[in-house]
């Protein structure tokens, strides 16, 4: 027989320390989240650790004996990954590996290697490769020392300098280049906006796994990919949705969000997330069936605010009711979150009471008008395409007639522009 080309799984062993201001259970499951997280890798969890101490420790995060125990576990069990469930200082990163002499993670650095296998599209690739560069820059170690033969010999050491050091400047290069592509990206994104003027926009938003593409794939036929794993999504996606006979909105799926999502990978995904910033309505998305659901509400909600769209109008929609065992939590968020909307996207339960939110926010956002002008006046033509989606437009002698769809605030700004002599 053949050798087999099966790439068996890293063995890991996952680490958290609970500080005392937390349950045991809770901490359990920010263990059972930091598993699936290891799962997307492609690590096999052999063992979760959880220390109970008052504050990390600054040599070890753990305290130094539960650091030889964890050694000694990860030898005898042939463990080649150590996962902690916080981010660790260089200095912890240096220590650990010292000691264990294996290879140490921590929650961002998986949270960078998961967006870095799912990143398909160039400007996927390119944000995941800076938030990576970020967040490997103060953390240099012997394990860094390849990228001067990565990114070229000869010429690029300076005089005097350590092997890190020339690491350093050559990360630093390669960031300011990232960084002005991701500009240029920008751009060209703000460009493909202004195509949408006239439409209705709104952003699926929620924890990671809540539930979004599904959504998505729903409402508009589209073909998302939608599995039961942790950032599957990553490039945001948008689609028409039509609502009703010529009430139509552009529906976007982008990336979830989770607890300690790394600052550079929100920093690097602004372009990807402009989607949400720009949006007229925030779905939402929480995930009912999950028993923490209420601090994800609260995760999103903070990103949200983060990002500055925490005045976005929203919709609060608790997806996957087809996978609670006890109806009386149904009654429970009924009663808490009253304007929210109850849905199973798997089975199509309650969708349409989305659907008619959607349809009920779309005819109070927007107008449609008919005005006459002059056929000399191009430019203001012009103006109004800019301002508004031009539904038809056509010619009787020496006027033209347009009839356009635009929200409030622009279809006063077209009023007042017509209106000028």
């Given at each position: 027989?053949?050798?087999?080309?099966?790439?068996m799984p890293e063995k890991a062993i996952l680490v958290a320390i609970n500080p005392g201001r937390e349950t045991l259970d809770r901490i359990e499951e920010y263990l059972d989240e930091l598993e699936m997280l290891a799962d997307?890798?492609?690590?096999?969890?052999?063992?979760?650790?959880?220390?109970q101490n008052e504050r990390k420790n600054p040599a070890f995060y753990v305290g130094k004996g539960k650091a030889e125990e964890i050694k000694e576990l990860a030898e005898m069990n042939d463990v080649n990954l150590i996962i902690f469930d916080d981010?660790?200082?260089?200095?912890?990163?240096?220590?650990?590996?010292k000691l264990t002499e294996k290879k140490i993670l921590d929650r961002s650095?998986?949270?960078?290697?998961?967006f870095a296998a799912h990143a398909r599209t160039n400007e996927a690739k390119t944000q995941v490769e800076l938030a990576q560069l970020q967040y490997m820059l103060p953390r240099l170690t012997r394990a860094w020392t390849h990228l001067s033969k990565q990114y070229g010999g000869i010429g690029t050491k300076g005089p005097g300098e350590t092997q890190i050091e020339t690491d350093r400047r050559l990360i630093r290069t390669r960031i300011a280049k990232l960084k002005e592509k991701l500009k240029k990206i920008e751009s060209q994104s703000q460009t493909r906006t202004l195509g949408r003027k006239g439409f209705v926009t709104a952003s699926l938003v929620g924890y990671t796994n809540a539930g979004k593409s599904t959504i998505l794939n729903l409402l508009t036929e589209a073909d998302v990919l939608a599995e039961n794993k942790l950032f599957a999504t990553?490039?945001?996606?948008?689609?028409?949705?039509?609502?009703?006979?010529?009430?139509?909105?552009?529906?976007?799926?982008?990336?979830g969000f989770i607890r300690k999502l790394p600052h550079n990978l929100v920093a690097s995904f602004r372009t990807t997330l402009n989607v949400v910033r720009d949006a007229d309505i925030i779905i939402h998305v929480v995930d009912v069936s999950h028993p923490y659901f209420e601090d994800h509400i609260r995760v999103v909600e903070e990103t949200l605010l983060g990002l500055k769209c925490d005045k976005i109008k929203t919709i609060l929609v608790f997806n996957k009711i087809d996978a609670l065992e006890n109806k009386e939590k149904m009654e429970y968020v009924k009663n808490k979150f009253p304007d929210s909307i109850l849905i199973s996207a798997v089975k199509g339960f309650n969708i349409s009471k989305l659907i008619e939110k959607l349809t009920e926010i779309w005819e109070d956002g927007f107008i449609e008008e008919q005005i006459s002008l002059h056929i000399n006046r191009t430019k203001t033509v012009a103006q109004i395409y800019e301002l508004a989606e031009v539904l038809e437009k056509r010619y009787e002698e020496d006027r033209v007639l347009i009839t356009f769809r635009a929200d409030k605030a622009n279809a006063n700004k077209i009023e007042r522009i017509v209106n000028e002599s």
């Open positions: 027989m053949g050798e087999s080309n099966i790439k997307t890798a492609g690590a096999q969890t052999v063992f979760k650790i959880i220390q981010d660790l200082t260089p200095t912890q990163v240096r220590n650990l590996e650095g998986l949270i960078l290697d998961i990553l490039d945001s996606t948008t689609r028409a949705l039509e609502l009703d006979k010529g009430k139509k909105m552009l529906l976007s799926d982008t990336v």
